[in-house]
T-cell receptor, first 115, second 113 residues
Framework: SAVISQKPSRDICQRGTSLTIQCQVDSQVTMMFWYRQQPGQSLTLIAT?????????ESGFVIDKFPISRPNLTFSTLTVSNMSPEDSSIYLC????????????FGPGTRLLVL | GDSVTQMEGPVTLSEEAFLTINCTYT??????LFWYVQYPGEGLQLLLK?????DKGSNKGFEATYRKETTSFHLEKGSVQVSDSAVYFC????????????FGKGTLLTVNP
């Protein structure tokens, strides 16, 4: 299994500002993922973060809005840039671990409110 | 592309009632199937999984069987408790999809004493 922590756990931000979310895994993992969960909705994958290469973004998400860093095999950051109220969501990071790496483990999430 | 269709909620049950939450999927290849649970104010926790057809995943009294013929992975529990109140997400993924997960919309379960 894997234990994943995120910082901050929650934040309230003003529109037009940026917030960087940190994700730390207690073991080395090849792939890390960032998801967004809008209020009352399911999870949507933002991007895949691999160490040593650019993040791969899903349709509808762009690097300028959600820049991602992956400096090593246990850490990643997601920045939400030039925020608007529509960015108010829970942001979760995850990583596959365990037997054959099939299981995704999730961080507790970062609850973001943009005013 | 891959998709997961999950029973619409909310679902409200009395304690000790039987629970079924339906989940069907569309996928290329042979994905692994998962149920995740999100308790109020918390992140996602893996509840159970199945990696191939006819596998049964089980945990905390919950069960789900990977049915390839009906492309289903229904979640069941024989006797729910108030502490089971949460949102339940069905998901598919695994190595065949580069470990990306596709989630259903989630089902809110409320169990009353």
């Amino acid at each position: 299994s894997a234990v994943i922590s995120q910082k901050p756990s929650r934040d309230i931000c003003q529109r037009g500002t940026s917030l960087t979310i940190q994700c730390q895994v207690d073991s080395q993992v090849t792939m890390m993922f960032w998801y967004r969960q809008q209020p009352g909705q399911s999870l949507t994958l933002i991007a895949t973060a691999n160490q040593g290469s650019e993040a791969t973004y899903e349709s509808g998400f762009v690097i300028d809005k959600f820049p991602i860093s992956r400096p090593n095999l246990t850490f990643s950051t997601l920045t939400v840039s030039n925020m608007s109220p529509e960015d108010s969501s829970i942001y979760l990071c995850s990583a596959p671990a365990g037997e054959e790496g099939e299981t995704q483990y999730f961080g507790p999430g970062t609850r973001l409110l943009v005013l | 592309g891959d998709s997961v269709t999950q029973m619409e909620g909310p679902v409200t049950l009395s304690e000790e009632a039987f629970l079924t939450i339906n989940c069907t999927y569309t996928a290329t290849g042979y994905p692994s199937l998962f149920w995740y649970v999100q308790y109020p104010g918390e992140g996602l926790q893996l509840l159970l999984k199945a990696t191939k057809a006819d596998d049964k995943g089980s945990n905390k009294g919950f069960e789900a069987t990977y049915r390839k013929e009906t492309t289903s992975f229904h979640l069941e529990k024989g006797s729910v408790q108030v502490s089971d109140s949460a949102v339940y997400f069905c998901a598919l993924g695994g190595w065949g999809s580069n470990y990306k997960l596709t989630f259903g919309k989630g089902t809110l379960l409320t169990v009353n004493p």
